[in-house]
């Protein structure tokens, strides 16, 4: 366990070490793992589901990812997206967009303002709008979300009261759908509440994070604060700051990826956040450069969302509550006033943080 005690204070300086010595390379943490982080092993890792299996790896040290579609493997994984898919496309997901835009208007803040504190509110908002029609009790939301929000080990500790009112609430939602929410497009899906509760889990945090620091660098260029530049800087910040920043699967077979030789039950690691800062696929990476985009991207190289069978089932969700979050900030006064928006590597990636800002609306 000799790296151990560095990955549990500073996993992302102890990655990028690492990394530099070496593009694949060993931890000694509380079980042996290997990491890559070159295109060659992300595609490996990431296409054989076979082989490289979700079940026993990192998600399930925390309650609230241990489950759902992100937790199954083999054929339970394949019928569970074939069931959740059509739901979360972006044409499943268009009659959401009216009720999303009111509370992204409702909740737009004018003055200073805490980046990450409004994004967290906004985007807890958000996601009982698109799942519950605003619904659902906010306390119930505000207190099953809060300990995302907190430092580690906070995520990791099993909490079954709080999960047993969440799934009750949970599923009162599910008998009064409202129509037009995720709620109403998933009544009857097997499983549904366990699939809702993980959704919620899962895009809470990660896309608070990604809203705080797409605002902060939005603020200190305004030159891309357009709507048609949105894209492109969104790309950028989530290239810079992946939520996801590691990712795991766990060996079934013997195997070989990247021409490294894995035994059956090897841990093994895949990272976003290096394979981001990695300067032979992307110059100068840690330069916020949203033109960079244009050129395209190279394969298995750009990866906030995962890849292949097992992409993130809520990237659209995610991407259709950025672009609405940030709407009302494209137009009138938006400017730094003093922040850390370095980042802190917790369950997911999030800024060190604060993070002020000031608006003045047109």
């Given at each position: 366990?000799?790296?151990?005690w560095?990955?549990t204070?500073?996993?992302?300086?102890?990655?990028?070490?690492k990394?530099a010595?070496?593009?694949?390379?060993g931890?000694?943490?509380?079980?042996p793992?290997?990491?890559g982080?070159?295109?060659?092993?992300?595609?490996?890792?990431l296409?054989?589901?076979?082989?490289?299996?979700?079940?026993?790896?990192?998600?399930d040290?925390?309650p609230y990812l241990?489950?759902?579609?992100?937790?199954?493997?083999?054929?339970?994984?394949d019928?569970r997206?074939?069931?959740?898919?059509?739901?979360f496309h972006?044409?499943?997901l268009?009659p959401?967009?009216?009720?999303l835009?009111?509370?992204a208007?409702?909740?737009a803040?004018?003055g200073?303002?805490e980046?990450?504190n409004w994004?967290s509110?906004?985007?807890?908002?958000?996601l009982?709008?698109?799942f519950?029609?605003?619904?659902l009790?906010d306390?119930?939301l505000?207190?099953?979300?809060?300990?995302?929000?907190?430092a580690?080990?906070?995520?990791l500790?099993?909490?079954?009261?709080?999960?047993r009112?969440?799934?009750r609430a949970v599923?009162?939602?599910?008998?009064?759908a409202?129509?037009?929410?995720?709620?109403?497009?998933?009544?009857?899906?097997?499983?549904?509440?366990?699939?809702i509760?993980?959704?919620?889990?899962?895009?809470?945090?990660?896309?608070?994070?990604t809203l705080?620091?797409?605002?902060?660098?939005?603020?200190?260029?305004?030159e891309?604060r357009?709507?048609?530049?949105l894209?492109?800087v969104?790309?950028?910040?989530?290239?810079?700051?992946?939520?996801?920043?590691?990712?795991?699967?766990?060996?079934?077979?013997?195997?070989?990826?990247?021409?490294?030789?894995?035994?059956a039950?090897?841990?093994v690691?895949?990272?976003?956040?290096?394979t981001?800062?990695?300067?032979?696929?992307?110059?100068?990476?840690?330069?916020?450069?949203?033109?960079?985009?244009?050129?395209?991207?190279?394969?298995?190289?750009?990866l906030p969302?995962g890849?292949?069978?097992?992409t993130?089932l809520?990237t659209?969700?995610?991407k259709?509550?950025?672009?609405?979050?940030?709407a009302p900030?494209?137009?009138?006064?938006?400017?730094?006033v003093?922040?850390?928006?370095?980042?802190r590597?917790?369950?997911?990636?999030?800024?060190?943080g604060?993070?002020?800002?000031?608006?003045a609306?047109?």
């Amino acid at each position: 366990m000799g790296d151990l005690w560095r990955w549990t204070r500073e996993p992302i300086g102890l990655l990028t070490e690492k990394a530099a010595a070496a593009p694949v390379f060993g931890l000694r943490l509380w079980r042996p793992a290997v990491v890559g982080y070159r295109p060659e092993w992300n595609r490996a890792v990431l296409s054989d589901l076979a082989t490289f299996r979700a079940g026993s790896s990192l998600s399930d040290l925390t309650p609230y990812l241990a489950g759902g579609v992100v937790h199954a493997d083999g054929p339970d994984h394949d019928e569970r997206r074939r069931n959740l898919n059509p739901h979360f496309h972006g044409r499943g997901l268009a009659p959401l967009l009216t009720r999303l835009e009111s509370v992204a208007g409702r909740y737009a803040p004018v003055g200073r303002f805490e980046a990450l504190n409004w994004s967290s509110r906004v985007v807890r908002h958000l996601l009982n709008a698109a799942f519950f029609g605003g619904r659902l009790p906010d306390r119930v939301l505000r207190s099953f979300l809060r300990p995302l929000h907190r430092a580690m080990p906070a995520p990791l500790l099993p909490r079954p009261l709080l999960f047993r009112r969440m799934d009750r609430a949970v599923e009162t939602a599910l008998a009064e759908a409202p129509a037009s929410t995720l709620s109403a497009m998933l009544t009857g899906v097997p499983g549904a509440a366990e699939e809702i509760r993980i959704a919620l889990s899962a895009g809470y945090d990660t896309t608070a994070h990604t809203l705080a620091w797409l605002l902060w660098h939005l603020a200190g260029a305004p030159e891309w604060r357009r709507a048609e530049a949105l894209p492109a800087v969104l790309d950028e910040v989530l290239r810079l700051y992946p939520s996801g920043w590691i990712g795991s699967r766990v060996t079934s077979r013997d195997t070989v990826a990247a021409g490294v030789e894995l035994s059956a039950g090897t841990l093994v690691l895949y990272s976003p956040y290096l394979t981001h800062h990695d300067p032979r696929l992307w110059p100068d990476p840690y330069a916020f450069r949203p033109q960079r985009f244009a050129d395209g991207r190279p394969a298995w190289s750009f990866l906030p969302f995962g890849a292949g069978r097992r992409t993130c089932l809520g990237t659209h969700l995610a991407k259709a509550m950025l672009r609405t979050a940030v709407a009302p900030f494209l137009e009138g006064k938006l400017e730094q006033v003093r922040g850390d928006p370095s980042a802190r590597a917790g369950l997911t990636l999030r800024p060190a943080g604060p993070l002020w800002l000031d608006r003045a609306a047109r």
